[in-house]
């Protein structure tokens, strides 16, 4: 039995060893490595004598050749077998190959044209890196697997096609991720994939690499167009596409990953769309050139951090939150405005940003972290009227003498209703905003008064009192220190003010306590006020508080206004001797044919005050 092992192993040994067994020769100038045994015959294409470098010009690999009279497949190509050959131009590779070695063409600095063969499998690490004239590249339907940096620094490679049959980048499969095998690749202008490949797709002639039906793009460039359905941005992406102008991120991108965009100096503008959730602080280093980002998703984090390219930031309503640190550093920005959803401004949000001299508060009131801003270097700060203290408390600019604070009144509609606080010594109003108090409430009608330019708080009967406010122009913001102390008025009238003001998002309900509570409604441009179960009165509105007493009988849904001695805006005036018997209607439906009492009424299809 023992010898028998001996005699079984002999031939195992012989078998292999002759197997293994191979004869280098060169064959119309490629250098094959040949082995064989029986009927199969094989040839690797290697270094030419052994040495680096050593082809040059056009190289056709045929699919077999003929040594000693027997035939030789040739079927792979063998690692480094090209490698540095600094004048090779040209490249065929034979219809038999079926796998391209690791650094088989690596260095190849000329090679401008290859041809791979239907039957190639596989491409090995770096196999074609560094190959800088290459200028297209198609990958046949035969190919299953491409490996890492295969394509790595090709800087003129313009034109991609992928086969089919393509399953893996880089060292990942399509279900655990990917590697950027074209990195470096500078100048690429165009990204296609076969339709029936069943792991990528390039759908809509977006010009890019995506996973089939999935929703992460995977390899970019600089025509690229990013379809809807797209939610991540993978890592190295579109990195150093230096020729990309502009990108526009459609809505849905929700994740940007690390290095998407590195090194796109050709990029000067961004926009980031509401669905952005998570971008990685280094997806958008080293975009040297970027000048100006729009920014409306909810938070705003450390994007960006340090870029002193910024000029200009566009911070855009939706967006609630600015992190700490989030553009500390962006030297070239010298204006910010916020808008009215902003909630907080986290610690050194805009701190080193040494040119950073006016900022806006639009109509918001966020918190302050710690340093938000260099206030050393800032002039000139705007916030809305009625947060005076907020923001005089964190700027100081009795004691930071290089401020200059600038409250502002602005209106987003043609009526509002506008809070105030009982810190404030005096409010000065617009001359061509017309403000009015509730002064008094007979049966369903509330009578307004008009506050004409300057009221003296202390005088209105809230400690967060309100104005019914007309802007004949919505939208404008009225810039004027509004807090001097006027000459004293009398406000008789005003004493019994029955708006009250709100700083924060609050819910009413249709009674509280001792009261009734009503909101304003807007309807053709008349307004009136209207009682709810429940509804949240934004921060810095107001809402009317009645006594229940006041009413004789069961509480009114809704309560016309009547103006006194007011002409407001454009409505027709008339004394109560040229009143015709027409119909008038007033602002709560009753119609009459001549009215009794002053007020507002709808006659003709006009508005219409009675004195």
């Not at 065929?92 to 239907?118: H, M, P, R, W």
């Not at 202390?458 to 919505?474: D, E, R, S, W």
């Not at 069961?554 to 040229?578: A, G, Q, R, W």
Request: aromatic share 12%; hydrophobic share 35%.
């Amino acid at each position: 039995m023992k010898r028998v092992n001996i005699i079984i192993l002999s031939i195992l040994v012989c078998f292999y060893s002759t197997k293994s067994m191979a004869t280098e020769v060169v064959i119309d100038g490629i250098c094959y490595s040949l082995t064989g045994l029986g009927d199969e015959h094989y040839a690797a294409v290697v270094k030419l004598n052994g040495k680096t470098g050593g082809y040059s010009g056009n190289i056709d690999i045929p699919k077999e050749v003929y040594w000693s009279n027997k035939k030789y497949v040739v079927n792979r190509i063998q690692n480094k077998a090209f490698q540095a050959c600094q004048n090779l131009e040209s490249v065929s590779i034979g219809s038999e190959v079926t796998s391209i070695g690791d650094y088989a063409f690596e260095a190849c600095a000329n090679l401008s044209s290859v041809k791979i063969g239907e039957k190639v499998k596989t491409i090995g690490i770096r196999a074609f890196n560094r190959c800088a004239s290459l200028s297209s590249i198609s990958i046949p339907n035969s190919v299953t697997v491409i490996r890492q940096q295969a394509f790595e620094n090709c800087t003129n490679l313009a034109s991609i096609s992928i086969g089919s049959g393509l399953k893996k980048f880089g060292e990942h499969s399509t279900e655990s991720g990917f590697t950027n095998v074209f990195m470096y690749c500078t100048n690429i202008e165009s990204i296609e994939v076969d339709k029936n490949n069943a792991y990528f797709d390039s759908r809509n002639n977006c010009n890019a690499i995506l996973q089939k039906g999935g929703e992460t793009l995977l390899l970019g460039c600089k025509n690229t167009v990013i379809p809807y359905g797209v939610k991540t941005i993978y890592e190295n992406a579109f990195f150093k596409q230096s020729e990309l102008s502009e990108i526009v991120l459609p809505y849905g991108v929700e994740t940007i990953e690390k290095w998407a965009f590195y090194g796109c100096t050709g990029m000067t503008r961004l926009t980031l769309p509401y669905s952005i959730t998570h971008i990685d602080n280094e997806a958008f280093s080293a975009c040297k050139n970027l000048l100006s980002v729009e920014f409306y998703c909810r938070n705003i984090g450390t994007w960006f951090k340090g870029f002193k390219s910024i000029e200009e930031i566009k911070i855009g309503y939706n967006v609630e939150t600015i992190s700490s640190s989030a553009f500390q550093g962006c030297t070239s920005i010298s204006s910010v405005v916020l808008p009215r959803t902003l909630r907080e401004l986290g610690d050194k949000a805009f701190y080193d940003c040494y040119n950073l001299q006016s900022v806006k508060f639009d109509n918001c009131c966020p918190t302050f972290g710690v340093n938000c801003f260099d206030i050393y270097y800032l002039k000139n700060i705007y916030y809305p009227v009625y947060n005076q203290s907020h923001f005089r408390d964190y700027f100081q600019p009795d004691k930071n003498k290089n401020i200059v604070v600038h409250p502002q009144l602005v209106m987003e509609s043609e009526w509002s209703t506008l809070a105030f606080m009982d810190f404030m010594n005096s409010f000065y109003i617009p001359n061509e905003v017309k403000a009015f108090a509730v002064c008094g409430i007979s049966g369903t009608e509330i009578t307004l008064k008009r506050v004409y330019n300057t009221v003296e708080i202390h005088f209105l009967n809230k400690p967060a009192g309100g104005l019914i406010v007309y802007c004949p122009n919505p939208g404008k913001t009225y810039e004027k220190e509004l807090f001097t102390r006027p000459q004293k008025k009398s406000w008789e009238d005003l004493l019994n003010n029955m708006l009250t003001g709100v700083f924060s998002d609050t819910t009413i309900t249709a009674t509280d306590g001792e009261y009734a509570n009503f909101v304003m409604r807007q309807d053709n441009g008349l307004i009136k006020f209207c009682r709810v179960e429940e509804e949240t009165i934004s921060a810095n509105e107001a809402y009317l508080q009645i006594p229940i007493d006041s009413f004789s009988a069961n509480i009114p849904d809704v309560l016309s206004v009547v103006f006194v001695d007011e002409d407001v805006t454009s409505v027709n005036t008339v004394e109560k001797n040229t009143i015709d018997d027409e119909r008038w209607f007033s602002l709560s439906g009753t119609s009459t044919k001549q009215p009794t009492r002053r007020g507002l009424y709808i006659h003709k299809g006009k508005k219409t005050i009675v004195k």
